[in-house]
């Protein structure tokens, strides 16, 4: 076949099998040109998951009659003067209009303020028809409908309405948390409408629309970022761990007011979070990184979502610097969700009248909180209270170990479980003054304004994540020697794996040797884990070694390890309590960063407000 030239209607097609992915893209490009042009209300229509129609209205600048042909023209755009490095507005490829045209039958209707009438003009699978006069207000409607059926074979890989519906909703939220001043609304057949009052402008305005978005939770569970290194700026709100998700999807990051979704982002957002968030659980964030747009590409994808930053390695350190300075500084703040949670489930149970005797059902939503934890069937449930816990003689695991207390104490204050006489100094610390065990698990506390429930077991755990993790960077920990070594049955792999890392794991005190091709021997564990599962520890380490080998380098695997032995050592469920022990164990929590979470990233402590429970009872 001879080369010939493509035809512009091909070329535009092919620009829009990267611009225009489905339906959401369309209604990205289409809100950019509205915010590009100033708008202060763009409104959204949708039906059949946009793929039958997609309409936004905007009241922005609007566009000269006499330029209506080329905006929706290839390589035609009012955003670029010479330099492609300096990029201010949303857009500047000039492809988003007739790449959609190319593809569908687009209509963009506009009128200048000024002008004495608007004008329309179509392209239908690229064919261009118009401008011809039509009565508006000032400002643009684009309206698109039919998308792909120029080209079929995409239409194929459309997902159901409703997918397409929400990825829309998905893609306006986005990039409404950039523009609070901005009024967005998006309505239809296929979905439930979704309005977003323009909040104010600054940061107040901002966090007002972090939560129309997000839901009011995220702020109440959320530290604000402003940190700021050589010349990158950056804000935004790092949700506390304990408020995590199963999917990223509420990550938002934005790179000059543009919203973004960059690997180099994501990746340093894991890092911040990785010791405290379990790997399968996503922290909620939001952040904003303004830079000299010189020192930031964002022509790397036609769909302007990618981003290179002149050096990432300033960006990685700022975003993890920033987060983890963030958490450790907030201390110790638990989900308020988990209160607010719990309430709405005590609403709930208050509406239907249980039958008599039948309580159970007032649970339900309360238990719903904790879904993932079950103490019973947890690998590191407590042990028996006979198994009793061997205290260490070394003066550091003693320290960890300050609520500590012996089997002959524990019977006598089990036997003394009632509640405490408050010490009205302890009131204003955060967790407050100890008020009861209950459940041997749950320490109950007050402060000046809240009650405090402690899950003393995940508290512990975190508690021992952390010395763990100190004890690596001054000497090893103690270890206690085993009168008959274990011998654990493992894949060879995992026997290879293991001794590899024995001096390491020396230093957390576990000594293990080879013991033939499928077994170690293990003769020594760590003295502050006490009575442990040690089969169940090696092969816990074995699988986490083999996780994070390759990939993650010594420090993660170190974590890693750090975190399975603390679990298999948090054995403090189950175990009661003295006043001083409770009170120490929340001064301990208070002064340990991130032990507002345990390892999994559940919450160690909720807290309910004084508030929170008048509303309970109706007082409010
Ligand atoms: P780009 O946004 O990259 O410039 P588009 O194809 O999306 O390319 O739009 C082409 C041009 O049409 C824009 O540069 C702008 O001048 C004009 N335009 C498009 N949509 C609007 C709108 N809603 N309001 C005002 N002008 C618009
Ligand atoms: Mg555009």
């Known amino acids: 076949m001879a080369i010939k030239q493509l035809t512009e209607t091909i070329i535009n097609q092919i620009a829009a099998g990267e611009v225009i992915e489905r339906p959401a893209s369309v209604v990205k490009e289409l809100v950019e040109n509205a915010i590009d042009a100033g708008a202060t209300r763009i409104e959204i229509v949708t039906a059949g998951g946009g793929k039958n129609l997609i309409r936004v209205t905007d009241n922005g600048s609007g566009i000269p009659s006499n330029e209506l042909s080329l905006a929706v023209s290839r390589h035609c755009t009012s955003k670029l003067t010479d330099d492609v490095h300096d990029i201010r507005a949303l857009g500047f490829r000039g492809e988003a209009l007739p790449s959609i045209g190319s593809v569908s039958r687009l209509s963009v209707k506009s009128r200048k303020a000024e002008a004495d009438s608007g004008f329309e003009i179509s392209v239908h699978g690229g064919r261009m028809d118009g401008p011809r006069p039509t009565p508006m207000n000032g400002g643009t409607i684009a309206e698109v409908r039919d998308l792909f059926f120029a080209t079929p074979a995409r239409l194929k890989f459309m997902k159901t309405d409703r997918a397409e519906a929400s990825a ?33 402008e600054g940061s107040a305005g901002m966090l007002e ?76 964030v939001v952040l904003f990184l303004n830079l000299d747009p010189a020192l930031v ?32 500084q907030s201390g110790i703040r638990a989900a308020t969700s988990g209160a607010e949670a719990m309430l709405n489930s005590f609403r709930l149970g208050g509406r239907e009248p249980s039958p008599p005797g039948v309580t159970g059902q007032h649970w339900q939503g309360a238990r719903a909180v904790n879904q993932n934890y079950h103490v019973q069937r947890s690998p590191y449930r407590p042990l028996e209270p006979e198994s009793g816990f061997k205290n260490s003689e070394n003066g550091f695991a003693e320290t960890v170990q300050t609520f500590l207390y012996d089997r002959a104490e524990a019977l006598a204050a089990d036997a ?52 763990l993790k100190n004890a690596l960077h001054s000497r090893p920990l103690p270890a206690q020697m085993l009168l008959i070594p274990e011998i654990v049955d493992l894949p060879e792999e995992d026997v290879e794996r293991l001794v590899a890392h024995a001096e390491t794991l020396a230093r957390f005190g576990l000594g293990i040797e080879s013991f033939g091709p499928g077994a170690v021997a293990v003769r020594e564990t760590p003295s502050m884990l006490g009575e442990i599962d040690t089969p169940q520890l090696i092969r816990d380490l074995a699988d986490e ?8 380098g010594l420090k993660a695997i170190l974590d890693h390890v750090a975190a399975t032995m603390a679990c298999h050592g948090s ?11 409770m009170n120490a164990l929340l001064r301990q929590m208070e002064e340990t960063p991130g032990s507002g979470t345990c390892n999994h990233g559940r919450p160690t402590y909720i807290e309910l407000k004084l508030s929170d429970i008048e509303r309970l009872f109706g007082r409010r």
């Not at 479980?417 to 009205?424: D, L, Q, R, S, Y």
Request: hydrophobic share 40%.
């Open 416 to 467: 003394r479980a009632g509640t405490i006489e408050v010490a009205p100094d302890l009131l204003s610390n955060p967790l407050g003054a100890a008020r009861a065990q209950i459940h041997a698990n749950y320490i109950v506390s007050q402060t000046k304004d809240s009650l405090v429930i402690v899950d003393q077991h995940a508290a512990h755990e975190r508690l021992v994540y952390e010395a």
């Open 168 to 200: 829309i909703s998905d893609v306006v939220k986005r990039v409404a948390i950039a523009f609070p001043h901005i009024r967005f609304s998006i309505a239809g057949s296929d979905r439930t409408p979704l309005d977003l009052a323009a909040t104010g």
């Open 571 to 581: 054995v403090r469920s189950g175990r009661r309590l003295k006043p001083d022990e």
């Open 545 to 552: 070694i083999a996780e994070h080998d390759t990939s993650n």
């Open 209 to 284: 629309r972090i939560s129309q978005v997000l839901g009011k939770e995220f702020p109440e569970n959320a530290i604000a970022i402003d940190a700021m290194r050589d010349g990158v700026r950056l804000t935004g709100f790092a949700g506390i761990p304990a408020f995590n998700r199963a999917n990223s999807l509420h990550q938002f990051a934005y790179v000059n007011g543009r919203p973004v979704r960059d690997k180099q982002i994501w990746g340093a957002i894991r890092g911040a979070y990785a010791d405290v968030i379990s790997r399968d659980r996503h922290p909620v």
């Open 297 to 328: 590409d964002v022509n790397v994808h036609p769909a302007k979502a990618d981003v290179r930053f002149r050096d990432p390695g300033l960006v990685r350190g700022l975003i993890v610097g920033a987060i983890r300075e963030a958490l450790g």
